[in-house]
Structures are given as C-alpha cells and as structure tokens.
C-alpha cells in the first residue's frame, strides 16, 4: 500500500512535518474537478470588481447629472465598502448555518437587488440604498468565495486555486472599465444607469450555475455528513490516500473519533460555532492569536497601500498627470485594468511553484518604489507650468508597474493565505474578521483619497501609501511563515511558537 513521503521545514529549530507528496499515482496535471467548482464559486467576485471598476468612470457622470460635490462622490465611491461590513460580519455565521454554496447564491441575490436599485436611482439617496443592498451582497461574496476554495481545493495546488477570486475581482474591474467606456457615449442621466444596471446581469447566472457545485467537504463533515464529503473528497484529491488523509485531518478538527465511519454521524455542537468568537478574540491560544493578526495584517496593508485609491480614482488621476479628454482617460483606464488582469493570471501559475512568502515580499517591494516614482511623477507636473512628457509618461508607467506587481503578489496572496491559516473550527469567522479589516480600510482610503490629495497635494498622497507598503513589507518578512505544501489542518502546528521563518 502507498505510503506518503514527508519532508521538514524548520521552524526556529523545531521541525515540522509537511504532508506534500504520495506514491500513489496522480492524476495528470491539476485536478479538473477542483479548479471547475472554484472557477464557479469565484465567479462571485466579478460583483465586487465590476462595482469597484464600473463606479470609477460612472462617478464622473453621475456628479455631472446629479451635480453632487467632491466630497458626496467620496463617500458614493467608497461607501460600498463599509457596507460590506454588514455582509462579511453575517456571513460566516450565514455559511456555516446553511453552508457554502448556498451562502454563494444569496450573496448573488442581494446583489442583483442592489444594482438594479443603482440602475434605478433617480436622486442621491435612491442611488446610496442600491450601494447599501449591493454592498451586503458583496461582503457575503468577498467571505465566502475564499474560503470554498481553500477547502475544495488539494494541498498541491490551493494557491492555485485559491487565488481565482482575486482573478476574477480583476476581471470584473477589466469589464467595468469598458462598460464605463462603453456607456459613456449615451446621454449622461442614461449612461451612468446603465453601467451600474447591467451588473444585475451576471448575478443571475451566478445564483443559477453555483446549484450545480458540491458543497465544502470540510463543511459536509461539520454537519455529520461523513459519506458525502467523502464523495466529494475522492473528486478534488489528487490520489486516494490524499482524500483519506484530509477526511481524517477534518474529522479530528471538526472532534470527530477517528472510529467513526458511518456515511451520517453526530458531530459535537463546537463544531457549528458555538464559542468562536471568545476562542478567536477573547481567549485565544498563541498560535490562535499569531494566525489572527496575520490575517488582520495581511488585509490591512494590501488596501492601506493605496490600491483602490488607484483602482476608483484613476480618471482622476490620470487627469491630474495631464491627460484631458474624457474618452481618453477612459482607455487609460482600460488599460489598468488589462494589465492588471493578465497579471493576477501570472500569480496563479506562481503561487504553488515559488512559494506565497518570497512572492509576497518581492510584489510589495515593486510596489513600494512604483508609488514612490508615481509620487514624484504627480510633484513635479504639479509644479510645473507647461505640460511635461516625461513626467506624464513615468505618471502613466507606474500607474501600471503598480497595478501588475499588486496583482502579482499582495492581490491574490492575501485572500490565498488568509483563507488557509485558520483552523477549520474558526476558518468561517476568523475570515469575515479578515474581510471586515480589508473593507474598513478600503472605505476609509476611498472615502478620503480627494479630500487627503487636496490637503497634502496627489504626490504626496502616493508618497504616504509608498510609506504605508514600506511598513507592509516589514511586518510581513517578520511574522507571515510560508505555507506552500501544508494541509489546512497542520496551519495552527505551523504558528506554534515561531516569530520569524525564513
């Protein structure tokens, strides 16, 4: 019979074991089951591009139909964020109570509600009630996407697939750009309703294509249902010693006897939630608190260095580096989202092949001198009289540079890694924390961005998110350990009583 090869990584002298490869013969490549039912389950995150891309252009039009202020657009742009809140806080108690697929499918309903409540809206207010729905809808989608993909996913590839929210997150910018540019030849109280309007479109098939997904193995066996999430094990394993190993690694996290076989068991009321939240910030154990405050960090600097300000706000700045012409700032920002697109599907093919940590490190330094040199382009043509090439070239480059190392790196290894570190009686919870944290900054950054590149000039604002990253980049060479190769199961192992892994 098979036996699994291990191999040790050395953490701070101790060693640890590392479940990586089997004898049994494999299947070829990456296994097709998995990547199909994450692929659907991601999909979710389409809503939350879409309405971060589609918003950047409609802003435009939707101040000059409205006749709102600066600091009215700030809060319409980053307003969203905050109230995801509302859906990520509910949706771990949400998906662990009904389960992950379905989780999916109410997250696509309440956003098909929001954007058509935006399509509709005929003053200010009427438009922030679609932003309110629309924004519950994405928490619940932000939560929950990531979390299905770590657990469907096998050890060999869960970089992989975990990263594909963060593609399609990307994708959905890409396509709300070019709705923007499409739209923005109709009549301006027409074109902003449809941009916002036909994000209900894909919400549909979303609720309708994730009916045919298998629910979560990991949360099958929290509800008893051993023989199933056996089934479902079997399809997204790569051998069939790797499926018996992660049900038995599930079955004792979730307090289920290791003797207890039947396809229907009863599974401790621990099991289902009760107790998390004081487990998780009340009293936790010092692995426990490790993996939170990296998930907390994690989040925290990948919005807190600048990346929605970029992301909402780049007609404006492209207009600040001296572009003019409404058509072309759009293209301009078709092209950010082209490259940052092609990029996140570059990590994906990386993640499971370099490693999480040295791509992590290496994308936040390329981001830090990107926003420094954008910095510094924005300066000097703001202190400039006449319009200057070179600095509206660099302005433009590094726009870009910007958007390609984030995707390549923090983008997609924040929701990667913080979806596999907690342990499976806290993974629901503990990722809505993480979730609310990247929401809350996000919010806070979009809804001041105008307000803070107006009191410290736009090249000081990238300044300030290039510093930001700096700090980034340090807490993570200091406290994230790589977890390339570990089964979900052995993350608390790997948090014991290190600080530093190299």
């Not at 399509?119 to 939560?143: D, H, P």
């Amino acid at each position: 019979m098979a036996t699994g090869k291990e191999k040790s990584s050395v953490v701070h002298g101790e060693a640890q074991k590392v479940v990586t490869e089997f004898d049994a013969p494999k299947k070829n490549g990456r296994n097709k089951y998995a990547i199909a039912c994450t692929i659907l389950a991601s999909m979710t995150s389409i809503l939350l591009g879409y309405d971060i891309g589609v918003m950047s252009g409609a802003a435009i039009y939707i101040k000059k139909d409205l006749k709102i202020s600066d600091v009215e657009v700030e809060i319409l742009v980053g307003i969203l964020n905050v109230y995801c809140l509302f859906g990520s806080a509910a949706a771990g108690r949400t998906s662990d109570w009904i389960g992950r697929r379905y989780t999916i499918v109410l997250a696509s309903v309440i956003f098909f509600l929001g954007a058509l409540l935006m399509g509709f809206a005929t003053n200010y207010v009427f438009l922030m009630v679609g932003r309110f729905v629309a924004g519950i809808g994405v928490g619940y989608a932000l939560m929950i996407a990531p979390v299905y993909a770590a657990e469907v996913s096998p050890a060999s590839s869960r970089g992989f697939i975990t990263s594909f929210p963060e593609v399609f997150i990307n994708a959905g910018i890409l396509f709300g750009y070019i709705s923007n540019y499409a739209f923005s030849k109709l009549p301006t109280n027409l074109g902003w309703r449809f941009m916002l309007g036909i994000g209900a479109i894909p919400s549909v098939f979303l609720a309708l294509v994730v009916i045919a997904m298998p629910e979560s193995p990991r949360w099958l066996v929290m509800q008893g249902q051993l023989g199933l999430a056996k089934r479902v094990l079997d399809k997204t394993s790569d051998s069939k010693e790797e499926s018996q190993l992660r049900l038995a690694d599930i079955k004792a996290a979730a307090g289920i006897p290791e003797e207890c076989t039947d396809d229907v068991v009863a599974v401790p009321k621990r099991s289902h939630g009760e107790g998390v939240w004081r487990e998780l910030l009340i009293f936790p154990t010092p692995s426990v608190r490790r993996i939170l405050i990296a998930a907390v960090g994690i989040h925290f600097f990948q919005q807190a260095s600048g990346i929605d300000a970029v992301v909402l706000y780049s007609p404006r700045i492209f207009e600040k580096a001296g572009i003019k012409d409404d058509e072309h700032i759009l293209l301009a920002t078709v092209a950010v989202g082209f490259v940052k697109t092609c990029f996140i599907l570059v990590a994906t093919f990386l993640l499971d092949r370099v490693g999480r940590r040295p791509l992590l490190l290496t994308s936040v330094a390329g981001m830090i001198f990107s926003l420094a040199a954008l910095g510094m382009g924005l300066t000097v043509i703001d202190h400039s009289d006449t319009k200057l090439i070179w600095a509206v070239a660099l302005s433009l480059c590094t726009v870009l540079s910007y958007v390609a190392f984030f995707s390549i790196g923090m983008g997609p290894i924040t929701w990667v890694y913080s979806s596999e570190i907690f342990p499976l009686r806290l993974r629901a919870q503990g990722c809505s924390i993480g979730v609310g944290v990247n929401r809350v900054t996000s919010g806070v950054l979009s809804m001041t961005f105008i307000s803070l590149y107006k009191a410290i000039t736009i090249g000081g604002a990238f300044f300030l998110y290039s510093g930001v990253a700096l700090v980034g980049w340090i807490f993570f060479y200091t406290w994230l350990p790589e977890t390339q190769g570990r089964t979900l199961e052995d993350m608390e192992i790997l948090f014991t009583n290190s600080k530093v892994i190299y």
